[in-house]
């Protein structure tokens, strides 16, 4: 960075990172630091009446009091903070003493990684703390944190702001301890799910990220080049035909935990990046699936949370089985009163032009459909809840309804007025499929930029023969979203895609003053 640019407390940094140096203190040392202990173990496994135990640990120093040749300082870990105990005559004995005095009380700045070497042992206040016996600098930090600090009713340096957080989520880790816990249950959220896959004896696989063709999804994709065979290549949208031509191929449950691309908006559900898990099992049907997919998200729930119910804003939301089952048909009458059973295309888009709802001219009959359904009815589903049952328009991959051929066999999981699932009765048939495919490339020859585009080779594959399959895709960021509690994408995701950043200016906006000179540190 241009010193020039440089903020007067990273100015002050800089210059304690040449003292040290000065003093023979390496603020960066290569050997490895040998951690035994942390903050969170040892404040469960302290008793009194146990023989002194010894500790190594390592940490970020968050906070210090200094009172002459005895100081404290909070040192947090991994798994929270602890109390540590400094003694300048037992940490710099004889004439060490005034490396103290410049060191640790004009050197050593919050910010700081440090390790501590002492035994543990509880304070006349009744705190576990460790008495430190050595002190070691493993990283000096040139920027002040925004320490969140309260007096007398006023806070100070809090790291609140959202596009800070999202733009600088390795600032927000460290300040705002709460954030943490949201990516933990992240990762129960997925371990939860991969442990119900393979206890039912599903495998886990991998299927292309850049593809030929956009399939497997109807949505705007993203392009690339590939240089070495001069053709482009397109960031997948879904892993759903590369997954189905496993079925093929001959495993009978396959399931990917896939990072998918959509070239469209960017909202409060929706980042251009995203993770899906797709999955597929052969010889089942959407009614299995349903019943599969309710009792997954049981399971999940009480994996992560210890309970059925989870609220999120101001509703409880229960995902105790079994869910509610409702027909789109019937779904669309009870919040329109419009039935579009037998309707053309010109008669759904008058009905939805006499909602309100604007329609495009590209839109064919399934677009209409789901605009109708989007704007009525989706929201207000709060309470998990399988809308079944699509016209076919709407689902080219899925196999027609058993009962009526203008209908799929399909279900989509509506919680919290958001999608959450995606599922069909998979269709197998490759002359059905080509024709979907065909129809598909009308739609874009219309406008319809979202249109599916044919995929000869799954076309050739479904040939070979498909077994009966079900399949199931659901959103993992709005599931986390849901198990957190979370009403924002962002929240979510440790990096979301943010607008690139405006150059910032020499008063940086997430630098803290320093210790001495922030009035909550009195």
Not at 205 to 219: D, R
Not at 320 to 331: C, G, N
Not at 359 to 368: A, L, N, V, W
Request: with cysteine; charged share 30%.
């Amino acid at each position: 960075m241009n010193p020039n640019e440089l903020s007067e407390q990273e100015r002050v940094r800089r210059a304690s990172l040449d003292q040290l140096r000065q003093r023979g203190i390496e603020p960066y040392p290569a050997p490895l630091y040998p951690v035994d202990a942390r903050s969170a173990e040892i404040k469960e496994n302290f008793s009194d009446d146990a023989p002194q135990r010894q500790v190594t640990i390592a940490g970020r120093v968050m906070g210090r009091r200094i009172m002459g040749k005895a100081s404290f300082m909070q040192l947090q870990d991994s798994e929270g903070r602890i109390q540590v105990y400094v003694n300048r005559d037992e940490l710099c004995p004889g004439e060490d003493k005034d490396l103290y005095n410049i060191v640790f009380k004009k050197l050593l700045d919050i910010g700081d990684y440090v390790g501590v070497t002492g035994y543990v042992f509880r304070t006349q206040t009744g705190e576990i703390s460790v008495h430190a016996q050595s002190l070691t600098m493993l990283s000096k930090s040139l920027r002040p944190l925004p320490i969140v600090k309260v007096k007398d009713g006023v806070t100070y340096d809090s790291f609140d702001d959202p596009e800070l957080r999202y733009r600088r989520r390795y600032v927000d880790l460290v300040v705002n301890p709460q954030v943490k816990e949201i990516f933990i249950k992240r990762t129960k959220v997925f371990n939860s799910m991969r442990e119900y896959f393979n206890n039912a004896g599903y495998m886990e696989v991998e299927t292309p990220i850049l593809q030929s063709i956009p399939g497997g999804a109807s949505a705007r994709p993203f392009i690339t080049h590939h240089n070495a065979l001069d053709i482009p290549l397109y960031l997948r949208i879904a892993d759903e035909l590369y997954l189905k031509r496993l079925i093929v191929g001959g495993f009978e449950g396959v399931y990917e935990f896939s990072k998918n691309f959509r070239n469209e908006g960017m909202d409060r559900t929706h980042n251009p990046e995203f993770t899906c898990m797709e999955i597929y099992v052969a010889y089942k049907d959407y009614n299995w699936m349903m019943d599969f997919t309710e009792k997954m998200l049981e399971k999940i729930c009480l994996d992560v949370n210890g309970t059925t119910e989870v609220k999120v804003g101001d509703n409880v939301i229960s995902f105790k089985a079994p869910f509610r089952r409702v027909t789109m048909t019937e779904a669309i009458l009870e919040h329109t009163g419009f039935d579009i059973t037998g309707k053309t295309e010109e008669e759904l888009r008058a009905a939805a032009i006499g909602m309100g709802i604007e329609i495009d001219p590209s839109m064919g009959k399934g677009k209409i459909i789901d605009e109708i359904f989007g704007e009525k009815c989706e929201g207000t589903y709060i309470q998990p809840t399988f809308i079944t049952d699509y016209p076919i328009e709407m689902s080219p991959l899925t196999k027609r309804h058993r009962n009526n051929p203008e209908l799929t066999e399909r279900f989509e999981l509506m919680v919290n007025g958001k999608e959450l699932c995606n599922a069909y009765s998979e269709l197998n048939d490759p002359i059905d499929q080509y024709e979907r495919f065909v129809e598909q490339m009308r739609l874009s020859e219309k406008g319809d930029d979202e249109a599916m585009i044919i995929d000869h080779d799954f076309i050739r594959a479904l040939e070979y023969g498909m077994p009966p399959t079900s399949g199931m895709g659901i959103g993992m960021d709005r599931l986390v979203m849901l198990m957190t509690g979370q009403t924002t994408i962002q929240e979510v995701l440790l990096f979301p895609q943010m607008r690139p950043e405006k150059k910032a200016s020499t008063k940086d906006s997430t630098d803290a003053p320093d210790n001495a000179d922030n009035p909550a540190n009195e």
